[in-house]
């Protein structure tokens, strides 16, 4: 892409001046009108170093309203961002609806520059690559303008820009070892930066190269292309999406009816295999933290099928400093007006820890698409984009577990009626509970699709026959023991 592109041509001073001034007002009144419409606004700023990417956002940003966006500068990962997987320190930060973000450098200079230093593989570069199609097209399915904007100057200028920094004392602290080097191996960078170009340049987000010799210049070309951005998507905001087919390799597993759920332990064969299973996997979580192994454990079940009381003997063998469990109930308002992953990226382990989760992303293929909270086309996605999700984690090195709670309807009605007559236990059925056991048969075909859709062989489900919870309880310990010393 650098190397074919032909440049446009700068127009004369009066007339640059001109189109700057209206291009000014008319982005500070788009930005009322995103705001208005509720169309959340990423916007990626790549480029060399010295190429003015900093000063020229500061020209962009100056006449909008500071109440409704954010600059992130992106510097190279912290050891602590580096425990997440590659692209949780983005995704974290992605805008809310009706509002812009700014990265001053992101996604791209992070791989690139590895790729340059030899800190990844060809393998691992083009791993990458896949991760961040995925990643700006789920964003821009789900609704986001993405607008990536690479800054371009040849070598001789970056040269005589770098020099000008290094000579004033006020201005030196700009020049890092990195400019330097890029500098130095302009043609090296030049030959990954074209590639890289190309490779995540797709219709949904493309990108947009500035000519940046001239500052002015450069910043009437962010703010045109910007502002063209933003009227299309505003066009075209109501648009359905096509369906993605599965390309992952999915496991076969039985839809609920088959299922069997005469399962039982006594209590003796009960205590026996908890006490072993427990001991167990204390010992196990020792080796997955001095291994920085992570482990996603996710729950999905019936109301009142004993997910609880299920989560409660794992964590109970487990070291306290070394987990955590997310109770997942409705998004709030801030997490409601982002990608609906959002919550769960921000609520994923360091490596050599355990996330357990009473309830998970796959709300939006059930709840979310009984209740009407989403759109057809955006329950039928999510298929995908779970897939996806999780072999992200399983790419960065997680085991991925996911237990489907089952019980049977006669199983549930009495244990509601037990809650509803048991006052320490009332608090736990509510009329919503009621309402959803109604819907029994329409969730059974929701869940069986769910199960048949996204049981991939890297994040596999596991349905725990739940009638007799302690016949559960131990089930689920033995699965996460198996799957941890498989990994070891």
Known sequence: MLREWCKGEKPEEEELEKRLKEARVRLAARQMTIKERNLPVLILLEGWGAAG?????????????PRFFKVAAMKQPTEEELRKPFLYRHFVKIPQAGKFMFFDGGWMDEVTRAYLHGNITENQYKERVVSIKNFERQLTDNGYLVMKFFFHIDEKEQKKRIEGLLEDKNTRWRVGEDDL????????????????????????????????????????????????????????????VPILQNIFPLKTISRLSEIPLDKKLSEEEYDQQLK????????????????????????????????????????????????????IASPEPHEKARHYLWRFWNRLPKDGHIAIFDRTWYGRVMVE??????????????????????????????????????????????????????????????????????????????????????????????????????????????ILIKEIEKRL
Request: glycine share 4%.
């Open 53 to 65: 990417k900093g000063s020229i956002l500061g020209k962009v940003i100056k006449n909008m309203d």
């Open 181 to 240: 080097w890029q500098n130095k191996n302009y043609d090296k960078c030049m030959a990954v930066y074209d590639q890289y170009l190309f490779d995540t340049n797709h219709s949904m987000a493309p990108w947009y190269l500035i000519d940046s010799k001239s500052k002015k210049w450069a910043e009437l070309q962010m703010l045109e292309i910007l502002i063209s951005g933003i009227d299309t998507a505003l066009k075209n905001s109501s648009l359905a």
């Open 276 to 327: 072993a299973c427990q001991k167990r996997l204390r010992q196990l979580h020792n080796e997955l933290y001095r291994k920085k192994i992570p482990v996603v454990i996710a729950y999905e079940g019936w109301d009142a099928a004993g997910k609880g009381g299920n989560i409660k003997r794992i964590a109970a063998a487990l070291d306290p400093r070394g987990y955590e469990v997310h109770p």
């Open 369 to 478: 698409r009984l209740e009407g909270f989403c759109s057809e086309n955006d329950w039928q996605r999510a298929y995908n984009e779970i897939n996806e999700f999780e072999k992200e984690l399983s790419d960065w090195g997680a085991i991925v577990i996911k237990f489907w709670v089952q019980i049977d309807k006669e199983t549930q009605l009495e244990r509601f009626t037990l809650r509803q007559n048991t006052p320490e236990k009332q608090w736990k059925i509510t009329d919503e509970d009621w309402r959803n056991r109604e819907k029994w048969d329409l969730y059974e075909d929701a869940v069986d699709e769910m199960l048949q859709k996204t049981s991939t062989t890297f994040a596999p489900w596991y349905v725990l026959e739940s009638n007799d919870k302690k016949y559960a309880r131990v089930k689920a310990l033995k």
